[in-house]
């Protein structure tokens, strides 16, 4: 459920009209509700109580400082991947101890900052890793909180580019060496064993995969307090998915998903954190463009709009499919025909949909794409010199720019001229 509704014929984000954001930033731009942010993120916490349980936000699908305050402020903890967005985690006012630093390549100068700033816990990928933050933690006379990311070697059957749980994948550290890795860890003196850590892809739309790696994480936890560590928190990954259509064939809710922890985890007397970003964000989003051109070409008609791939690349990278709704609703039983809607990038790949099937749209109307909250903004480029476009934070009958449109002058002054030039 969203809050992205027609009133009137209109599209409205929570109480205001699409249009009235358009005509105040100009198309395109990312607009959010902070009423769907919110829901989504209390249906993880419900879903988990009574387990003592951290949701941390992962900011990777959406990094926006005025998103992670709403969210922050309700409670949540952050999952950060690099020492950016533990920055921006901070900027929102997120204590240290509600941050959780996940990734497969932090830097010596990210382990030292985040050790600086205080973390939650290192989730460590690696021995050299484990290693690394031990001689820097040493070296300041501190101690790193850290959970060990294994890889249980269990198929999401999810999208090959983001299915991490698996052993060719490069995550985590094969359960099977886990014993010995967590052996070394409490030898290390700048280290204190907190957990341990899974995550095995993202867009999962069933539950087995998850329950299969929480089972050998469970068995795994049990072997490792056998062998003497302190195995006091289970993170869990992300990863549920969302419905990017609104067909019949909908991944399983939080509800389900916090069911199914406690029924193969609840009973371990450990502290559960998960680390959703797509089912927090994704819904939570709509990009907004406007129709430039309608272009009648041989057998089929283009749409050409003004936002692009280097805005939203998830249709031409991972092919994946974002319903797209004309903010003037049709009238019903109106005319529709199918369109290829696309973007003005310079590339066959900035195609977002082939034949859709939509009213008979023209110069200057608005659509927007759904689901677009997660992996949209964060992942957008300058490509084709397009500046980032702006986002814009709604709640109730109020919105705000949180992020403004570049000028093209700010974009160019960036670079720099050689003194031989
Ligand atoms: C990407 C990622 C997540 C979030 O995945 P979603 O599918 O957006 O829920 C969580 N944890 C880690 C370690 C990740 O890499």
């Not at 999401?156 to 299915?163: D, G, L, N, V």
Request: glycine share 10%; proline share 6%.
């Amino acid at each position: 459920m969203d809050h992205f509704l027609y009133q009137g014929g209109i599209l409205h984000a929570e109480d205001v009209a699409i249009p009235d954001i358009a005509a105040a930033v100009g198309t395109p731009f990312y607009v959010y509700s902070t009423a769907t942010l919110t829901r989504h993120f209390r249906l993880f916490t419900e879903a988990l109580a009574p387990l003592p349980h951290l949701v941390c936000f992962a900011i990777k699908s959406l990094s926006n400082v005025a998103v992670l305050k709403v969210l922050g402020d309700l409670g949540a903890g952050m999952d950060v991947v690099s020492i950016g967005e533990y920055l921006r985690a901070k900027a929102a006012g997120v204590p240290g101890e509600r941050i959780v630093f996940s990734g497969i390549g932090k830097t010596r100068a990210e382990i030292r900052m985040a050790l600086e700033g205080g973390i939650r816990q290192f989730n460590v990928e690696s021995e050299p890793e484990m290693r690394a933050i031990s001689e820097i933690a040493t070296s300041m006379g501190v101690v790193a909180p850290i959970a060990i990311r294994v890889n249980p070697d269990v198929d999401a059957k999810t999208h090959e580019k983001i299915a991490t749980g698996k052993s060719e994948n490069k995550f985590g550290i094969p359960i099977a060496k886990a014993h010995a890795a967590y052996a070394e860890a409490a030898a290390l003196p700048g280290l204190r064993i907190v957990g341990v850590d899974v995550h095995i892809g993202s867009q999962l739309t069933d539950l087995a995969p998850f329950e299969a790696a929480f089972r050998k994480v469970r068995e795994l936890t049990l072997a490792l307090r056998a062998d003497g560590h302190r195995i006091e928190r289970l993170d869990l990954g992300g990863g549920l998915g969302i419905p990017y259509t609104r067909s019949n064939d909908a991944p399983p809710l939080p509800t389900d998903y916090g069911a199914m922890i406690k029924r193969v985890l609840g009973d371990l007397d450990a502290e559960i954190e998960i680390e959703p970003g797509r089912l927090i964000s994704g819904n939570s989003g709509l990009l907004v463009a406007g129709v430039i051109y309608v272009k009648n070409g041989e057998g089929r008609d283009f749409l050409i709009l003004d936002a692009a791939m280097n805005d939203l690349v998830r249709p031409s990278m991972y092919g994946a499919h974002h319903d797209i709704l004309p903010v003037a609703e049709g009238a019903p039983g109106a005319p529709t025909q199918p369109f290829d809607v696309v973007g003005p990038v310079c590339e066959t790949g900035d195609t977002f949909a082939k034949a859709r099937e939509l009213p008979l749209l023209a110069e200057g109307d608005l659509v927007a794409f759904r689901s677009a909250g997660a992996y949209g903004a964060v992942m957008a480029s300058e490509y084709n010199s397009r500046p980032l476009i702006p986002e814009v934070l709604v709640q109730g009958h109020q919105f705000a720019v949180i992020r403004e449109r570049p000028t093209y002058d700010e974009m160019i002054s960036r670079d720099r001229l050689p003194e031989w030039l």
